[in-house]
């Protein structure tokens, strides 16, 4: 199973970004998707998930300003980022999973500063 993150970089506060992750060695679209972040010295959290069905939930710091999508057919997750803020600044991973063992990809760093 390999996911490759992609679409990190650096921007000002206010900037968008969109995050992707391509997915293979598994049976995608029955796959829980989600992304995580993790900042210098701080735990790594959730922040956005994506059932198998296409529900979605996502932190309480990120509601109305991330989105999380699926497309099955390209075996791709995304994290649609807006009115990004410094604190947003992190390592971002996806996962698969659950059902079965859970499968992290590499990071892609995001950086918010102006």
């Known amino acids: 199973v390999q996911l490759q993150a992609s679409g990190g970089g650096s921007v000002q506060p206010g900037e968008s970004l969109r995050l992707s992750c391509v997915a293979s060695?598994?049976?995608?679209?029955?796959?829980?998707m989600g992304w995580f972040r993790q900042a210098p010295g701080k735990e790594r959290e959730l922040v956005a998930r994506?059932?198998?069905?296409?529900?979605?939930n996502s932190a309480d710091s990120v509601k109305g300003r991330f989105t999380i999508s699926r497309d099955n057919a390209k075996n791709t997750v995304y994290l649609q980022m807006a009115s990004l803020k410094p604190e947003d600044t992190a390592v971002y991973y996806c996962?698969?999973?659950?059902?079965?063992?859970?499968?992290w990809g590499q990071g892609t760093l995001v950086t918010v500063s102006s």
């Open positions: 996962r698969a999973g659950p059902p079965g063992p859970v499968y």
């Open positions: 060695g598994l049976t995608f679209r029955r796959y829980v």
């Open positions: 994506i059932s198998s069905s296409g529900s979605t």
